[in-house]
């Protein structure tokens, strides 16, 4: 069964095995490591992060990731630089022009026109796991939008004495490699906020933010960590990591506006479906979607103001 054309009828033995019940014995002839590599995506966004702190903070996960993939840096004015518009573009593909949100004040309406990637995975493919575990609680009520939605939608709880915000997000990162290595879910989008507090109480240009940065970086390393270990023991599985943030920081805290630093955006891509050491400064959060899908084998949507960044070209230096 080593030949090209052996390997060809064993896949198609399964393929008429699944498709005609009539024809299930076919199965019992193809070898067991024939099981079909299927792609995994998990999205770790990370709120009020500047790649430029990443890389003065020598945040080490994130840097490796970046290393190991292809990254982008841009920026994504005019876009309003506010959490709700955001999330919900990294988490629809289009943006606040067309899913018309422009502040936290977020509501299901608007993913009735643009469905979520959860929604279009789903309605695609019931049979694939979404799952959704996050900080800030507003992007429960993302994850939960439209019919059908997430099949697991998680808010962490509040933590007591948590000034940082710091062990909210530790219970969130927890939570989040806990699901990969257990169930292998198809798509985990997972959300860590207290970098966003930090630049909110001592600015985008403080030592604290930079240690936020770091802290937050070490929860990176716990789920990367799930996925690599997942990776190696399944082997069909192919995991792929995205990492975006919604926004950046004022100097001396605060975001909404059109400054660069407000405006500043990263995406990091890393798995097999992607290259190292690949810098492409197009590639933004509203990629992120239209990435999933591409990943996932689900057709993109016309609606879509993002592209996959699969198979992005390198374009040199970013940023
Ligand atoms: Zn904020």
Redesign the pocket.
């Known amino acids: 069964m080593r030949s090209p054309q052996g390997k060809f009828l064993s896949h198609l033995a399964i393929a008429l095995a699944t498709a005609l019940p009539v024809a299930a014995s076919l199965a019992t002839t193809a070898p067991a490591h024939a099981d079909a590599a299927v792609n995994k995506v998990v999205v770790i966004g990370l709120?009020?992060v500047m790649y430029k702190k990443v890389q003065e903070a020598e945040a080490p996960n994130l840097l490796k990731l970046a290393a190991e993939g292809t990254l982008g840096q841009t920026s994504i004015a005019p876009h309003i630089t506010i959490?709700g518009p955001s999330w919900s573009t990294v988490l629809t593909g289009v943006w606040d022009t067309k899913h018309g949100i422009k502040n936290n004040n977020v509501t299901t309406a608007p993913f009735a026109k643009y469905p979520t990637v959860f929604t279009q995975v789903e309605k695609a493919d019931p049979g694939l796991r979404t799952v959704s575990i996050v900080t800030w609680p507003t992007i429960g009520i993302i994850a939960g939008a439209g019919d059908p939605h997430a099949d697991v939608n998680v808010r962490s709880p509040q933590q007591p004495n948590d000034p940082t915000g710091a062990k909210i997000d530790a219970v969130t990162a927890d939570s989040s490699a806990a699901a990969i290595a257990n169930e292998g879910p198809d798509f985990l989008f997972t959300h860590l906020d207290q970098v966003?507090g930090a630049?909110?109480s001592h600015g985008g240009a403080s030592t604290e933010y930079l240690a936020a940065v770091r802290s937050v970086d070490t929860q990176v390393g716990k789920i990367v960590a799930a996925v690599d270990a997942r990776a190696k023991a399944y082997p069909n599985e192919r995991w792929n990591i995205l990492v975006t943030t919604d926004?950046g920081h004022r100097p001396l805290g605060g975001?909404g506006g059109q400054s660069a630093d407000e405006t500043a955006n990263f995406l990091i891509a890393r798995g097999p479906a992607f290259k190292a050491g690949v810098t492409n400064s197009s590639n933004s959060l509203v990629d992120i979607t239209p990435t999933a899908l591409d990943l996932l084998g689900v057709p993109p949507s016309p609606d879509f103001d993002g592209t996959s960044v699969v198979n992005a070209p390198n374009l040199g230096s970013a940023g």
């Open positions: 709120d009020g959490s966003d630049g909110h926004h975001h």
